[in-house]
């Protein structure tokens, strides 16, 4: 990009800034108002001085016109007194006086240059015919008047003596070019005091205009100032600048943003000290156990291998924490790693059922399955299955001796419909909201024996989002739980971004 071009996008760059925008708004406001003003304001004066001007000659060469009749001055231009008017009217306005008569022949000329000549033009010819003219050249400053002069001529009829009529007649035309100098000489005037005024009103303007445009946007700069303060760390409360009721806006939307991002952050914290915690238990109860062997001499092998298979099962434990947060860490990721692929959900149920069977069948509990129709859907194999079969395992979990689990299968013309249902321990109201929050339990101690560890949950319902459904529950204590899964027939791709 070549220079020129870069420093005229940095100049629009600055018409960006509100502070510029208002500035250059109220500059405008002023500037335009004021020039029309001076236009009209000047062009009026000029108009009105002409017009004035024009008339107060035109009054001049009608009574001169008159005389020049009176005088018969068209037939005998020697007259001493109407040569001395006709000096004094070119005197008084700075102008030239020509007398012209019917046959467009000059008889006068104040300026004593034309005389006997012949003048045609378009005005005199207008005159002739009895009608004045003025016109006012602008670029010359000067005014033409043309003023018919006309005689009265009194006809009697000869038959009735007191029958008379009067008819007029154009003798001749007095042409009077007049200059407008003085008109221009004080429009020259008021248009430099205009000036003056002006440019004083636009250093007040621009002064005003920068104060405005400062203090309108500094609640703006307040809005910065405050949420850099949070960002550095200097201030953790919920900022307010209350200003404007826009920066009230941006403040409470920033406030929302800052209340979640805090809770994020507790959340994670929790997160993190629950991961630890659960992670340090089966070490513990390892190092426990391998103490205590240690400890004690000559130990039979029966205990031995009871301590052992007891490590073991801490090592299992602590492995399936390890593959559930894996789980949970894979499916925060992003939609877009979901593997879609053309599912016979019927199918996936019955083979996890048929998985899960035997470890019911331990505690006398059955497994039905009623496939309402078959059902076809777009989703990730492995994800779905992980979801489902984390809440079947739950319904046999936490099932009593001689208990049920029904999953049912359906769908309607846009989702799959699963319900999963038990009639096993229940749970209670007040856990009802938290039971997907990862860590989770409502008995811990019971939980454990089971080998829950609180975030199966979590991992379904994460896997159900990703795949736009939803996950609902109704459940009773003592009685039993059903789960409502609901997920769409078609995959929706998620928009980046959203
Ligand atoms: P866990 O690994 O402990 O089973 P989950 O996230 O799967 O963790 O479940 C969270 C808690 O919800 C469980 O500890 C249990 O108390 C409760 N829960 C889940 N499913 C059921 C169910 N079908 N019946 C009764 N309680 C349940």
Redesign the pocket.
């Known amino acids: 990009m070549n220079a020129k071009i870069k420093g005229w996008l940095s100049g629009l760059h600055i018409l960006r800034s509100l502070k510029v925008r208002i500035f250059i708004m109220i500059l405008l406001v002023g500037i335009i108002p004021a020039v029309i003003l001076r236009y009209t304001i000047l062009q009026t004066y000029m108009n009105r001085a002409v017009n004035v001007r024009m008339t107060d000659i035109q009054n001049q060469c009608k009574i001169l016109a008159n005389h020049l009749i009176n005088y018969n001055y068209l037939a005998d231009n020697t007259s001493d007194v109407i040569n001395a008017e006709l000096g004094m009217l070119s005197d008084l306005y700075d102008g030239r006086v020509i007398i012209i008569d019917q046959s467009c022949r000059i008889i006068k000329d104040t300026y004593g240059i034309s005389e006997g000549k012949t003048m045609i033009s378009e005005e005199v010819m207008k005159c002739l015919k009895g009608e004045s003219t003025a016109h006012y050249d602008e670029e010359n400053y000067y005014i033409e008047i043309t003023t018919p002069i006309v005689d009265t001529l009194v006809k009697q009829d000869p038959l009735y003596d007191e029958d008379e009529s009067q008819e007029t007649v154009v003798k001749g035309v007095m042409l009077t070019s007049v200059s407008a100098d003085n008109i221009q000489t004080n429009l020259d005037i008021l248009r430099s005091r205009a000036t003056v005024m002006q440019m004083l009103a636009a250093i007040l303007l621009l002064a005003i205009a920068w104060v405005v445009s400062q203090l309108l946007v500094k609640p703006f700069d307040r809005v910065t100032t405050a949420i850099s303060e949070v960002k550095d760390g200097f201030n953790t409360e919920q900022i307010s600048v209350p200003d404007y009721i826009e920066t009230e806006h941006i403040i409470s939307a920033f406030n929302d943003l800052l209340g979640r991002m805090k809770a994020v952050d507790e959340s994670r914290q929790e997160f993190v000290s629950n991961v630890s915690h659960e992670l340090k238990t089966p070490i513990t109860s390892m190092k426990v156990l391998a103490d205590s062997l240690l400890m004690q001499e000559d130990v039979p092998v029966e205990l031995y291998k009871e301590f052992m298979v007891d490590i073991a099962d801490e090592i299992d434990r602590e492995n399936k924490i390890i593959t559930d947060l894996l789980s949970l860490v894979r499916m925060d990721k992003r939609a877009s790693d979901l593997n879609i692929e053309s599912i016979l959900l019927n199918d996936l149920l019955e083979r996890l059922m048929k998985r899960l069977r035997p470890i019911a069948k331990q505690r006398n509990i059955d497994v039905l399955f009623e496939s309402v129709r078959e059902v076809k859907l777009e989703a990730d194999e492995v994800k779905l299955t992980l979801a489902l079969s984390?809440l079947i395992e739950?319904?046999i979990?936490?099932n009593v001796e001689y208990g049920y689990v029904k999953v049912t299968c359906d769908a309607d013309h846009q989702f799959a419909l699963i319900t999963v249902e038990?009639n096993?321990?229940?749970?209670p109201p007040e856990?009802q909201e938290h039971?997907?929050e990862r860590f989770?339990?409502?008995?811990k101690s019971h939980?454990k024996d089971i080998g829950?560890?609180?975030?199966?949950?979590?991992i379904?319902r994460n896997a159900i989002l990703m795949h736009r459904g939803s996950v609902q529950l109704e459940?009773e204590e003592g009685k039993g739980?059903k789960?409502f899964v609901k997920i769409p027939l078609i995959y929706i791709k998620r928009q980046e971004g959203k």
């Open positions: 984390n739950n319904a979990k936490y038990d096993g321990i229940g749970i856990a039971i997907f989770y339990r409502v008995d939980s829950g560890n609180g975030l199966g949950l979590a379904a459940s739980t789960f």
